[in-house]
């Protein structure tokens, strides 16, 4: 726990960065009416603030820069979101105003509507349309250590996904594997198939089993509709080329993203900073996601992606608010 100068301090550290992006000194930070102590004072607690991880000096003689406990710390100390400023509050009033249509084209047009509030990356996720179940399913062959597995589902959907077998596969353990896999699948939804467990005992079971996760995998991003907007505008926000290409490269990857909402989403409006997240490519990134409903069922989740310096307050209020109008559109049609 830190005591409240030393919070105040720690919050116009924050604050300040994010507002400038550039290492922030005492002097700043002691001019702020909400700090009110001498320069000196700050930099004391700054020290201390550095040698319990909350801040860092990126070289000598330069200011602080907040580090990921201390976005932490930030985030938390928040009073929940704030009011949206006057300009984002008539962009969300007048974009739920006019938006119509088909289900597809209002979360795309959600998707952009964040972005623009925001000016980072946003995500809206929408919940697979309808209950499907797996009609058949096959192992095939693709040389002697990869296979590739096949479900067929009952709307006609198909889900593949390789699988790298631990040992040479011969037609026999191919067929064993394929029909161990079947009798524990075939008829079930793609809920039921991410809480099935295959018995050890079976025939093949290794095998099967390998199947059945990728399938698994392949399943829960099958039917949701993702909808992304602001590649560009994130990718404005990193100077490093391989930072930039590592978030893009998660955004074009469907399953990761439905797996990282929901996730993050079963505790309702939520923030992710950094390693949080638990993928390497956004170790530079915060994650602000919420859930939204359609009479009162979940119908999918909403998230804005930016740099860990993104304006929280702002970026929790558009998050909050877009997801609460969201929810109101879909209810009352």
Do not use: W
Request: net charge negative; with cysteine.
């Amino acid at each position: 726990m830190l005591d409240d100068r030393k919070s105040a301090i720690l919050r116009a550290v924050v604050q300040q960065y994010i507002e400038t992006a550039q290492p922030v000194g005492s002097s700043s930070v002691s001019a702020r009416e909400d700090v009110g102590v001498s320069s000196a004072t700050v930099r004391n607690e700054m020290t201390q603030l550095e040698r319990e991880g909350y801040i860092v000096q990126p070289h000598t003689s330069a200011g602080r820069v907040p580090t990921e406990k201390g976005y932490r710390f930030f985030v938390d100390s928040l009073k929940g979101p704030g009011p949206l400023s006057p300009s984002n509050v008539r962009l969300v009033k007048e974009f739920f105003a006019t938006t119509h249509g088909e289900l597809e084209r209002m979360l795309a047009e959600t998707s952009r509507l964040l972005s623009d509030v925001t000016g980072t990356a946003a995500v809206v996720v929408g919940e697979p349309p309808e209950v499907t179940t797996i009609k058949s399913v096959q192992l095939v062959d693709l040389s002697s250590r990869t296979v590739l597995a096949v479900a067929v589902m009952s709307n006609g959907t198909i889900l593949k996904r390789t699988v790298e077998a631990p040992e040479d596969v011969t037609p026999d353990t191919l067929a064993e594997a394929q029909e161990s896999l079947a009798e524990a699948i075939v008829g079930a939804t793609l809920q039921q198939l991410h809480n099935t467990e295959l018995d050890p005992k079976v025939p093949q079971a290794d095998l099967a089993g390998a199947a059945l996760r990728v399938l698994r995998e392949a399943a829960e991003s099958e039917g949701h509709q993702v909808f992304v907007d602001g590649r560009a505008r994130i990718a404005g926000s990193f100077d490093a080329r391989e930072t930039v290409e590592g978030v893009l490269g998660i955004l074009e990857q469907q399953y990761v993203v439905v797996s990282l909402l929901k996730e993050l989403v079963e505790g309702g409006l939520a923030v992710s900073i950094g390693s949080e997240s638990g993928l390497a490519p956004l170790a530079e990134c915060s994650l602000v996601v919420a859930p939204y409903e359609a009479a009162g069922e979940p119908a999918g989740a909403i998230a804005v992606l930016g740099p860990t310096r993104m304006n929280y307050q702002e970026t929790l209020s558009a998050v909050a608010v877009v997801s609460q109008r969201l929810s109101r559109l879909l209810s009352e049609g």
